[in-house]
């Protein structure tokens, strides 16, 4: 099988479960946690490693910003055999009671994006694997962590949301947003693969603590470290699939 056209792997270059962060750098971060590191390709938005943890093999990969990139990544890494996927983000909180340094482990992701409507239709339900989705929340508890579990949405206009849609969606109940979500449990659902998804918020919209809004750097010192944490409870999901 010849080379996929954006990731740059093949057949046997992955392994069946995957970790996709958004950030490329986050590759990076997520592979600290891990032994036997090795690089495998990076290309645009997309930076490949495969690594171990607690003796699960895994591949990390980056999906850069947004839902069409993201599809671009599940379809790829479904191609050559990943089987698993599981999404470690950020997020901004559509809640009051949900803080900067909060987990928010996600049940569905309403369809404000276009990529997965090229699929199906909009009504067909964006949601995760269950094994994947209990395993997540599992391990968030198991290290103590502030979690919140249920729908988010994924945005494809992060200058636009505007107050009416955030409160909105504040309305419906749903707990925060995101980018990428609802293509990720979309597609996998289609492609026959499992999916979940764990963000860690660095920033309520509900508040105007939207990132960027309160500090000169991307993410509040707070959010920084709950990546790190993230990343962990992540990676103690994986293990235990």
Same mark, same amino acid.
């Given at each position: 099988m010849?080379?996929?056209p954006?990731?740059?792997?093949g057949?046997?270059d992955?392994?069946?479960?995957a970790?996709?962060?958004?950030?490329p750098?986050?590759?990076d971060r997520i592979?600290?946690q891990?032994?036997?590191?090795?690089?495998?390709?990076?290309?645009?938005?997309?930076?490949?490693?495969?690594a171990?943890?607690?003796?699960t093999?895994l591949?990390?990969?980056s999906t850069?910003?947004?839902?069409?990139s993201?599809?671009?990544?599940?379809?790829e890494l479904?191609n050559?055999?990943v089987?698993t996927?599981?999404?470690?983000g950020?997020t901004?909180a559509?809640?009051e009671? @949900? $803080?900067?340094g909060d987990?928010? &482990?996600a049940?569905g %992701?309403?369809?404000?994006e276009g990529?997965?409507?090229?699929?199906?239709s909009?009504?067909?339900?964006?949601v995760?694997?269950y094994?994947v989705l209990?395993?997540l929340v599992?391990?968030?508890e198991?290290?103590?962590?502030?979690?919140?579990?249920?729908?988010?949405?994924s945005?494809?206009?992060?200058y636009?949301e505007?107050?009416?849609?955030v409160?909105?969606?504040?309305e419906?109940?749903?707990l925060? @947003? $995101?980018?990428?979500a609802a293509? &990720?449990?979309?597609? %996998?659902?289609?492609r026959?693969m499992?999916a979940g998804?764990?963000?860690?918020?660095d920033?309520?919209?509900?508040k105007?603590?939207?990132?960027?809004?309160?500090?000169?750097e991307?993410l509040p010192?707070k959010a920084?470290?709950?990546?790190?944490?993230a990343?962990g409870?992540a990676?103690?999901a994986?293990a235990?699939l």
């Amino acid at each position: 099988m010849a080379k996929q056209p954006h990731l740059l792997v093949g057949e046997g270059d992955v392994n069946e479960i995957a970790l996709i962060p958004g950030d490329p750098g986050r590759v990076d971060r997520i592979a600290k946690q891990c032994e036997n590191v090795e690089e495998v390709s990076q290309n645009r938005e997309y930076k490949v490693v495969n690594a171990e943890y607690e003796g699960t093999e895994l591949t990390i990969c980056s999906t850069g910003i947004g839902c069409p990139s993201a599809a671009i990544a599940i379809e790829e890494l479904h191609n050559v055999g990943v089987e698993t996927v599981l999404r470690v983000g950020t997020t901004g909180a559509l809640q009051e009671n @949900i $803080e900067i340094g909060d987990m928010v &482990v996600a049940t569905g %992701a309403a369809k404000e994006e276009g990529t997965s409507k090229r699929y199906e239709s909009a009504t067909y339900p964006a949601v995760p694997d269950y094994g994947v989705l209990s395993n997540l929340v599992d391990a968030s508890e198991a290290n103590g962590e502030d979690v919140h579990v249920g729908p988010i949405v994924s945005d494809d206009a992060f200058y636009n949301e505007s107050d009416e849609f955030v409160e909105d969606w504040e309305e419906a109940g749903l707990l925060c @947003i $995101e980018m990428e979500a609802a293509a &990720v449990f979309s597609l %996998a659902r289609r492609r026959g693969m499992a999916a979940g998804a764990i963000c860690t918020v660095d920033g309520n919209l509900v508040k105007g603590t939207q990132k960027g809004a309160t500090d000169d750097e991307e993410l509040p010192e707070k959010a920084k470290n709950n990546v790190e944490r993230a990343i962990g409870i992540a990676l103690d999901a994986v293990a235990a699939l």
